[in-house]
């Protein structure tokens, strides 16, 4: 009896093994395991790659560190952001320059890298601004946007590409059309420019004029061509009539012919820019037909073949760059996007119906091979852009893909009916890909790119080099500039304004000229001051200047908005407006003459009195 | 040129060449400042490194760490003097009037060194004593940081250390010291 009841409990044992093994227990907790470590950055720790993803209609840049998927900071571009104290403020040279290019409001799609040689270099970020016909530029030794221009002759600046290998020029598709000659009241056929924008100046050198909308870019790698997919050939205006034909184009536009047409005076000069007609210019631009409205246009990392995807065909088209022939139409799925590289002969194409991203062969689709979709994984959910890892530059580095989905649905707790972007890393080092990790972003990255830390990280900059209108401790002042003018010269350090209060008449513009005077990284300092509708940030070293109207009589204190010290709280000073009528002197104040303070170079002074 | 003389002009050298390198160093490290522990360097003229950092953050304990020392207004003298009179013992010939040289300059150059030590550890006895009374923080008590090792003052260790200058110094004594010893027991060990 004894001995059944042995054979009873083992027998028991083994079928629950055998059970567990079937449905799979066991393996699916340690691929959670194994995709959470090749995601985990232990505090203290770094990651390997910066992302930069644009923010859509944010407006901005936000930058993502790869493995781990956390944010690490947004980048305000297009629109004022008091946190950063970024164009908030009239007089602001960024407000003053988003103001005169067309507002105070942007829709980033297409963040592109600097290039020397075919990789990235780590100098320079530029990115679109669609609504505005914009193009901005990012340095990134200090991730702040330095200068914004209008394309001129263009509406809807859609898609941007470094002109590869060493970035010499910006090509921006103007997608939405126009009428040829600029007027409304003439019925001429509506067309747009594709604007090439040299990168350091940013003025635009020339634009050549593509018929039908021109969506998305890329170049080949030697810089000979810019390549961009065109839809609506037709030129219709309604939805229905921007789906007729079979057929619309990839128009190649050969940069040197370009160029040599430009130095033979052929453009036509509109707002400043010279305008090249195709017509006029035989060899200058090739429409290649391919599948109606096509969508992405990649070039691959040998630079070999433009592939662009169908988006309402199920295919992708290969163009060799050298012939500018079509050599293969391979399907791939439903909704073909856009296409990204490994370097090792691969190409991972989205599919937005499908929600999937698609692993493929290149040689092998071309040669007709049957085998040459190698694998596909679900994404969650309507796959718009998708980045490999370097996978638009000349090295690829082959490990991650970041999927940039257009719905979130159910991946993330519900917060009411806006829900947020859905970007998913997944490991494409091995055969099969790997989902590894999910991250949310407020509205709504398009496209993203990668620099390997080990290059940007080496030139970003932590504290500013004081600017030569910075004010040095110990040479603040308050000076009477005009009848109603006063300028306030201070200076801020952990945990004192110098000075800490000073006095002003009602009517008064009064100019801030601050500078944190702090040499340390990561010492920032806000100055908010009530009621004036003003928040600035400034790193160490930095120096802004701003002017407001004193506004009502009243004390106002000003206070430090970034948590800096033990005595953040009490790193306060006082904006003291006088009514108009006072009869108190206020006369000028230096803080050279005046110092009582127990620390050279940070006198605690007043002012005013 | 005899042994004695070349220990001398190697201790004339060895202390002159102290003025062109830090005396005594201090490091101070934080947990919010990893990697980039703070350093103040005291050479014969001047107290460098993170002075401007330094003395932002001593404010709030009361600490006044000096930025300017009195000393150094004459230890840049002092040093070239016994620099000097350690060269004139090198030239001072055999005589007795050399051997009186020789001894002067060793013994001079001993009670410098002793001298500066204790006056660096009545200058730490200072900063970690002589403080604001009304220093915004109250965590912190008095402190003497050694002349020669670490001290916890609030978040911050303080190691102080000899930098380079005083290894000079101290090579410099030890040369002068070999070299005022009698020339023929010299002569017996070597």
Redesign the interface.
Same mark, same amino acid.
């Given at each position: 009896m004894k001995r059944h009841y042995t054979i009873l409990i083992l027998v028991t044992v083994a079928a629950t093994i055998a059970l567990m093994r079937v449905v799979g227990c066991g393996t699916s907790r340690s691929a959670r395991a194994v995709a959470a470590e090749k995601v985990y950055v232990a505090p203290g720790e770094l990651d390997k790659y910066y992302a930069f993803l644009s923010g859509g209609q944010s407006g901005s840049v936000f930058v993502v560190g790869i493995p781990s998927c956390r944010l690490i900071r947004e980048i305000p571009v297009f629109e004022p952001r008091a946190a950063y104290g970024y164009a908030v403020h009239e007089g602001d040279p960024r407000r003053e320059e988003l103001i005169a290019t067309g507002g105070l409001w942007g829709d980033t799609h297409h963040p592109a890298l600097s290039e020397t040689h075919g990789v990235y270099d780590g100098r320079y970020l530029w990115i679109n601004d669609l609504s505005n016909a914009r193009l901005a530029r990012v340095r990134l030794d200090t991730f702040e946007a330095d200068k914004i221009v209008k394309i001129p002759n263009l509406q809807g600046a859609h898609g941007i590409a470094v002109v590869s290998p060493d970035t010499k020029y910006i090509v921006v598709n103007g997608e939405f059309e126009q009428p040829t000659d600029g007027m409304v009241t003439n019925p001429a056929p509506y067309t747009s420019v594709v604007a090439f924008v040299e990168p350091f100046t940013m003025e635009v050198k020339f634009e050549v004029r593509v018929p039908g909308n021109i969506d998305i870019a890329d170049t080949s790698k030697d810089g000979r061509y810019s390549f961009s997919t065109v839809y609506n050939l037709e030129q219709g205006k309604d939805l229905a009539s921007m789906i007729q034909f079979d057929r619309d184009a990839v128009a190649a536009i050969d940069i040197p012919a370009a160029e040599k047409a430009i130095a033979a005076g052929k453009g036509h000069v509109r707002n400043g820019v010279p305008i090249l007609e195709g017509p006029e210019n035989p060899g200058l631009l090739t429409m290649i037909a391919v599948p109606k409205n096509p969508h992405g246009v990649n070039v691959t990392p040998d630079g070999k073949y433009v592939i662009a995807s169908g988006k309402l065909s199920p295919t992708v088209t290969i163009i060799d760059t050298k012939t500018l022939k079509i050599v293969a139409e391979p399907e791939v799925g439903l909704g073909p996007l856009h296409t990204t590289f490994d370097g090792r002969g691969n190409a991972y194409t989205s599919l937005f119906i499908d929600s999937q991203v698609v692993k493929w062969n290149i040689e092998k689709a071309i040669k007709g091979a049957p085998d040459y979709i190698v694998d596909r994984i679900n994404v969650h959910y309507n796959i718009g852009h998708l980045q490999a890892v370097g996978g638009a530059s000349m090295k690829p580095a082959g490990d991650y893909l970041l999927a940039l989905n257009k719905l979130s649905k159910d991946q993330y707790l519900p917060v009411g009916p806006d829900m947020p972007e859905d970007q998913e890393l997944i490991d494409i080092s091995g055969e099969k890909m790997k989902m590894l990790a999910s991250f949310p972003t407020p509205p709504e990255p398009h496209d993203a790119e990668f620099i390997a830390a080990s290059v940007l990280s080496p030139k970003v900059k932590q504290v500013f080099e004081p600017a030569k209108d910075a004010i040095a401790a110990g040479s603040e002042s308050v000076v009477r500039t005009g009848p109603h003018a006063v300028t306030v010269n201070m200076t801020m350090i952990r945990s004192a304004y110098t000075p800490d209060h000073f006095d002003v008449r009602e009517g008064d513009q009064v100019t801030l000229r601050l500078t944190n005077v702090e040499t340390v990284r990561d010492m920032i300092h806000g100055f908010a001051l009530p009621d004036h509708d003003l928040n600035l940030a400034l790193p160490p070293g930095a120096t802004r200047t701003i002017t407001v109207d004193a506004g009502k009589p009243g004390v106002y204190w000003y206070y430090c908005t970034n948590f800096c010290s033990a005595l953040h709280l009490e790193m306060r000073g006082r904006m003291i407006v006088q009514p108009k009528d006072s009869t108190i002197a206020i006369p000028d104040w230096k803080a050279a003459q005046n110092v009582k303070g127990p620390v050279a170079g940070v006198p605690s002074t007043g002012a005013g009195q | 040129m005899s042994r004695s003389s070349a220990l001398f002009l190697g201790a004339a050298v060895l202390s002159a060449a102290s003025l062109l390198t830090p005396l005594w160093g201090f490091r101070m490290s934080a947990p919010q400042?990893p990697g $980039?522990a703070l350093h103040l360097r005291v050479t014969s003229r001047a107290i460098r490194g993170d002075v401007? $950092?330094v &003395? &932002?953050? /001593?404010?709030?304990i009361g600490v /006044?760490f000096p930025?300017k020392l009195p000393e150094l207004r004459w230890l840049p003298a002092v040093i070239l003097g016994i620099a000097a009179a350690l060269a004139l013992a090198a030239v001072a010939g055999r005589g007795p009037a050399g051997r009186v040289a020789r001894w002067v300059a060793a013994g001079a150059m001993v009670v410098f060194l002793l001298a500066a030590a204790g006056l660096l550890q009545k200058r730490l006895y200072d900063v970690g004593h002589h403080r604001?009374p009304h220093a915004?923080?109250r965590a912190v008590h008095d402190f003497t940081p050694p002349a020669v090792g670490p001290v916890k003052v609030g978040n911050f260790t303080v190691w102080s250390y000899p930098h380079a200058g005083a290894g000079l110094l101290a090579a410099a004594a030890l040369l002068a010291i070999l070299g005022a010893r009698p020339q023929h027991r010299l002569g017996a060990t070597a």
């Amino acid at each position: 009896m004894k001995r059944h009841y042995t054979i009873l409990i083992l027998v028991t044992v083994a079928a629950t093994i055998a059970l567990m093994r079937v449905v799979g227990c066991g393996t699916s907790r340690s691929a959670r395991a194994v995709a959470a470590e090749k995601v985990y950055v232990a505090p203290g720790e770094l990651d390997k790659y910066y992302a930069f993803l644009s923010g859509g209609q944010s407006g901005s840049v936000f930058v993502v560190g790869i493995p781990s998927c956390r944010l690490i900071r947004e980048i305000p571009v297009f629109e004022p952001r008091a946190a950063y104290g970024y164009a908030v403020h009239e007089g602001d040279p960024r407000r003053e320059e988003l103001i005169a290019t067309g507002g105070l409001w942007g829709d980033t799609h297409h963040p592109a890298l600097s290039e020397t040689h075919g990789v990235y270099d780590g100098r320079y970020l530029w990115i679109n601004d669609l609504s505005n016909a914009r193009l901005a530029r990012v340095r990134l030794d200090t991730f702040e946007a330095d200068k914004i221009v209008k394309i001129p002759n263009l509406q809807g600046a859609h898609g941007i590409a470094v002109v590869s290998p060493d970035t010499k020029y910006i090509v921006v598709n103007g997608e939405f059309e126009q009428p040829t000659d600029g007027m409304v009241t003439n019925p001429a056929p509506y067309t747009s420019v594709v604007a090439f924008v040299e990168p350091f100046t940013m003025e635009v050198k020339f634009e050549v004029r593509v018929p039908g909308n021109i969506d998305i870019a890329d170049t080949s790698k030697d810089g000979r061509y810019s390549f961009s997919t065109v839809y609506n050939l037709e030129q219709g205006k309604d939805l229905a009539s921007m789906i007729q034909f079979d057929r619309d184009a990839v128009a190649a536009i050969d940069i040197p012919a370009a160029e040599k047409a430009i130095a033979a005076g052929k453009g036509h000069v509109r707002n400043g820019v010279p305008i090249l007609e195709g017509p006029e210019n035989p060899g200058l631009l090739t429409m290649i037909a391919v599948p109606k409205n096509p969508h992405g246009v990649n070039v691959t990392p040998d630079g070999k073949y433009v592939i662009a995807s169908g988006k309402l065909s199920p295919t992708v088209t290969i163009i060799d760059t050298k012939t500018l022939k079509i050599v293969a139409e391979p399907e791939v799925g439903l909704g073909p996007l856009h296409t990204t590289f490994d370097g090792r002969g691969n190409a991972y194409t989205s599919l937005f119906i499908d929600s999937q991203v698609v692993k493929w062969n290149i040689e092998k689709a071309i040669k007709g091979a049957p085998d040459y979709i190698v694998d596909r994984i679900n994404v969650h959910y309507n796959i718009g852009h998708l980045q490999a890892v370097g996978g638009a530059s000349m090295k690829p580095a082959g490990d991650y893909l970041l999927a940039l989905n257009k719905l979130s649905k159910d991946q993330y707790l519900p917060v009411g009916p806006d829900m947020p972007e859905d970007q998913e890393l997944i490991d494409i080092s091995g055969e099969k890909m790997k989902m590894l990790a999910s991250f949310p972003t407020p509205p709504e990255p398009h496209d993203a790119e990668f620099i390997a830390a080990s290059v940007l990280s080496p030139k970003v900059k932590q504290v500013f080099e004081p600017a030569k209108d910075a004010i040095a401790a110990g040479s603040e002042s308050v000076v009477r500039t005009g009848p109603h003018a006063v300028t306030v010269n201070m200076t801020m350090i952990r945990s004192a304004y110098t000075p800490d209060h000073f006095d002003v008449r009602e009517g008064d513009q009064v100019t801030l000229r601050l500078t944190n005077v702090e040499t340390v990284r990561d010492m920032i300092h806000g100055f908010a001051l009530p009621d004036h509708d003003l928040n600035l940030a400034l790193p160490p070293g930095a120096t802004r200047t701003i002017t407001v109207d004193a506004g009502k009589p009243g004390v106002y204190w000003y206070y430090c908005t970034n948590f800096c010290s033990a005595l953040h709280l009490e790193m306060r000073g006082r904006m003291i407006v006088q009514p108009k009528d006072s009869t108190i002197a206020i006369p000028d104040w230096k803080a050279a003459q005046n110092v009582k303070g127990p620390v050279a170079g940070v006198p605690s002074t007043g002012a005013g009195q | 040129m005899s042994r004695s003389s070349a220990l001398f002009l190697g201790a004339a050298v060895l202390s002159a060449a102290s003025l062109l390198t830090p005396l005594w160093g201090f490091r101070m490290s934080a947990p919010q400042y990893p990697g $980039e522990a703070l350093h103040l360097r005291v050479t014969s003229r001047a107290i460098r490194g993170d002075v401007h $950092e330094v &003395t &932002t953050l /001593q404010k709030y304990i009361g600490v /006044q760490f000096p930025t300017k020392l009195p000393e150094l207004r004459w230890l840049p003298a002092v040093i070239l003097g016994i620099a000097a009179a350690l060269a004139l013992a090198a030239v001072a010939g055999r005589g007795p009037a050399g051997r009186v040289a020789r001894w002067v300059a060793a013994g001079a150059m001993v009670v410098f060194l002793l001298a500066a030590a204790g006056l660096l550890q009545k200058r730490l006895y200072d900063v970690g004593h002589h403080r604001d009374p009304h220093a915004p923080i109250r965590a912190v008590h008095d402190f003497t940081p050694p002349a020669v090792g670490p001290v916890k003052v609030g978040n911050f260790t303080v190691w102080s250390y000899p930098h380079a200058g005083a290894g000079l110094l101290a090579a410099a004594a030890l040369l002068a010291i070999l070299g005022a010893r009698p020339q023929h027991r010299l002569g017996a060990t070597a």
